[in-house]
């Protein structure tokens, strides 16, 4: 007990100490850009009347005629895997839609977008820093416990005061601008430009078992969900429905069970059941540790209630997400074996296509009526710009042209072409996707605690454990 307190007051040390760093930080003409207002000519919510134009002032970048190189900075395979810049078509539907963004930025502004990837994005950042910057452009960072460190020694230019760049907008996430935000600087920021890389927790359900399914007051799931009535008891119920291993804890092919539960998705029943490993109050620029006692020892015994209390209607295991596409927990759910399953549909999306059988989406369920809202745990999709980086001006305007232009064109070919593909074409599928999406939820604490001391707890505690006593752990 000892070393977690040790690691949780570690954990707010370190978010004292960004704090002081924006606090006593770089001065206003350490950012050329400025604050002032941007030079945008209208600014409705209707995406119809949505343009690049109308949010970035038109520039043109080349040199001699010459398209200026503009370098994004990331970490290994990630451009391959997330799509960030395309340089031809292949058939793919993300790799297209990315060309065509490419193509079209390009174009708009006179440069030549490319990535430089690197396995050590900590190490190339700070020696590009210290030996006068200029190198890198934009970043994409590994959401790992490098970022803290980034942000406390200053590799990074703080984006809140930027002129054109409008974190206000429906095309960054308005949940992570708010929560990383200290003392009015920000350093990081997601938008629609990294959705691909954007982990976020659902669960699948498969729509041919829960047709077939029959007891006394059924309803659509989607219905329910809109009602506000898919919580954790309407879970475990539904869960108790299907299934019919004989609780030998040996998967066999005849096997079926209510739900498919990853043991790494805990960390998701905690934001979807309503805790936060910190509570920010971004004005104050202060932090609270969150992790309410009593609530943690009530999402426990839920956990414990689903996952060991189910008559054997669950199958549960861990994973990573190398290894997810042999695992046997997807080939339960692949193979039409399971009501439900817990899943990230940001890291795991390719999967789906593998699947026959029609599949539904929902948030991770509420702690119980009582919860206003459904959370959609998200760590993942920074953005932001190296400290130095030659012309920040240009770089704030291209990371809000690659936002605005992703949620109008690539957004859309994500969630349909890709997440219902030949899966459905169910018009509420996508709605609850786009339903999912808008729920994201971010926390700093997640970023920043660096040994996931809070981030496995319920993992820890509840599931390896099986215990409903997080508090006294």
Same mark, same amino acid.
């Given at each position: 007990?000892?070393?977690?307190?040790?690691?949780?007051?570690?954990?707010?040390?370190?978010?004292?100490?960004?704090?002081?760093?924006?606090?006593?930080?770089?001065?206003?003409?350490?950012?050329?850009?400025?604050?002032?207002?941007?030079?945008?000519?209208?600014?409705?919510?209707?995406?119809?009347?949505?343009?690049?134009?109308?949010?970035?002032?038109?520039?043109?970048?080349?040199?001699?005629?010459?398209?200026?190189?503009?370098?994004?900075?990331?970490?290994?395979?990630?451009?391959?895997?997330?799509?960030?810049?395309?340089?031809?078509?292949?058939?793919?539907?993300?790799?297209?839609?990315?060309?065509?963004?490419?193509?079209?930025?390009?174009?708009?502004?006179?440069?030549?977008?490319?990535?430089?990837?690197?396995?050590?994005?900590?190490?190339?950042?700070?020696?590009?820093?210290?030996?006068?910057?200029?190198?890198?452009?934009?970043?994409?960072?590994?959401?790992?416990?490098?970022?803290?460190?980034?942000?406390?020694?200053?590799?990074?230019?703080?984006?809140?005061?930027?002129?054109?760049?409008n974190l206000g907008q429906r095309w960054w996430n308005?949940?992570?601008?708010?929560?990383?935000?200290?003392?009015?600087?920000?350093?990081?920021?997601?938008?629609?430009?990294?959705?691909?890389?954007?982990?976020?927790?659902?669960?699948?359900?498969?729509?041919?078992?829960? %047709? =077939?399914?029959?007891?006394?007051?059924? !309803? &659509?799931? @989607?219905? #329910? *969900?809109?009602?506000?009535?898919?919580?954790?008891?309407?879970?475990?119920?539904?869960?108790?429905?299907?299934?019919?291993? %004989? =609780?030998?804890?040996?998967?066999?092919? !005849? &096997?079926? @069970?209510? #739900? *498919?539960?990853?043991?790494?998705?805990?960390?998701?029943?905690?934001?979807?059941?309503?805790?936060?490993?910190?509570?920010?109050?971004?004005?104050?620029?202060?932090?609270?540790?969150?992790?309410?006692?009593?609530?943690?020892?009530?999402?426990?015994?839920?956990?414990?209630?689903?996952?060991?209390?189910?008559?054997?209607?669950?199958?549960?295991?861990?994973?990573?997400?190398?290894?997810?596409?042999?695992?046997?927990?997807?080939?339960?759910?692949?193979?039409?074996?399971?009501?439900?399953?817990?899943?990230?549909?940001?890291?795991?999306?390719?999967?789906?296509?593998?699947?026959?059988?029609?599949?539904?989406?929902l948030p991770i369920p509420k702690y119980d009526g009582?919860?206003?809202?459904?959370?959609?745990?998200?760590?993942?999709?920074?953005?932001?710009?190296?400290?130095?980086?030659?012309?920040?001006?240009?770089?704030?305007?291209?990371?809000?042209?690659?936002?605005?232009?992703?949620?109008?064109?690539?957004?859309?070919?994500?969630?349909?072409?890709?997440?219902?593909?030949?899966?459905?074409?169910?018009?509420?599928?996508?709605?609850?996707?786009?339903?999912?999406?808008?729920?994201?939820?971010?926390?700093?604490?997640?970023?920043?605690?660096?040994?996931?001391?809070?981030?496995?707890?319920?993992?820890?505690?509840?599931?390896?454990?099986?215990?409903?006593?997080?508090?006294?752990?």
């Amino acid at each position: 007990m000892k070393r977690i307190l040790i690691q949780l007051l570690c954990l707010l040390l370190t978010l004292a100490a960004v704090a002081t760093a924006v606090a006593c930080g770089r001065k206003e003409e350490d950012h050329p850009a400025g604050s002032a207002e941007p030079e945008q000519t209208t600014a409705g919510g209707d995406d119809r009347e949505l343009t690049i134009e109308n949010w970035v002032p038109a520039r043109d970048y080349r040199e001699d005629g010459v398209p200026r190189q503009v370098i994004l900075l990331t970490f290994s395979q990630y451009n391959t895997n997330y799509h960030f810049f395309a340089y031809e078509e292949t058939g793919e539907a993300l790799n297209d839609a990315a060309w065509s963004r490419t193509s079209r930025i390009n174009s708009m502004f006179g440069v030549d977008l490319q990535c430089v990837e690197d396995n050590h994005l900590q190490q190339t950042l700070s020696n590009s820093v210290f030996g006068g910057g200029g190198e890198y452009d934009l970043f994409y960072p590994h959401p790992s416990s490098e970022l803290p460190s980034m942000v406390v020694n200053g590799m990074m230019t703080e984006l809140a005061g930027l002129q054109y760049m409008n974190l206000g907008q429906r095309w960054w996430n308005r949940s992570q601008v708010d929560n990383y935000t200290v003392n009015g600087r920000l350093y990081l920021a997601v938008s629609d430009f990294s959705l691909s890389g954007q982990g976020f927790a659902c669960i699948l359900f498969n729509r041919d078992i829960w %047709n =077939g399914l029959e007891f006394d007051g059924k !309803q &659509d799931l @989607y219905d #329910l *969900v809109e009602a506000g009535g898919w919580t954790a008891e309407a879970l475990e119920t539904y869960t108790r429905l299907y299934g019919t291993d %004989n =609780g030998d804890g040996v998967y066999d092919r !005849q &096997d079926t @069970y209510g #739900l *498919v539960y990853q043991d790494q998705q805990s960390t998701a029943f905690l934001y979807g059941y309503g805790e936060t490993i910190v509570r920010a109050d971004p004005a104050n620029g202060t932090y609270s540790l969150g992790l309410t006692p009593m609530k943690m020892n009530g999402i426990a015994a839920k956990l414990n209630t689903l996952v060991y209390q189910s008559d054997n209607h669950v199958f549960h295991g861990a994973c990573n997400y190398g290894t997810f596409g042999q695992s046997e927990m997807w080939e339960v759910f692949r193979n039409g074996r399971a009501l439900f399953m817990t899943y990230d549909i940001g890291a795991l999306y390719r999967y789906l296509i593998e699947t026959k059988q029609d599949i539904g989406y929902l948030p991770i369920p509420k702690y119980d009526g009582e919860q206003e809202n459904y959370n959609v745990l998200c760590a993942a999709g920074f953005v932001a710009i190296p400290y130095l980086a030659a012309d920040t001006e240009m770089s704030a305007i291209l990371l809000e042209a690659l936002a605005i232009d992703s949620y109008l064109n690539y957004r859309p070919v994500f969630i349909k072409n890709i997440l219902l593909g030949r899966l459905s074409e169910e018009p509420r599928d996508y709605q609850m996707l786009e339903f999912l999406h808008d729920r994201k939820t971010y926390d700093i604490g997640y970023t920043f605690d660096i040994d996931g001391v809070a981030v496995d707890l319920l993992l820890v505690v509840a599931i390896n454990k099986k215990s409903t006593n997080v508090s006294g752990y």
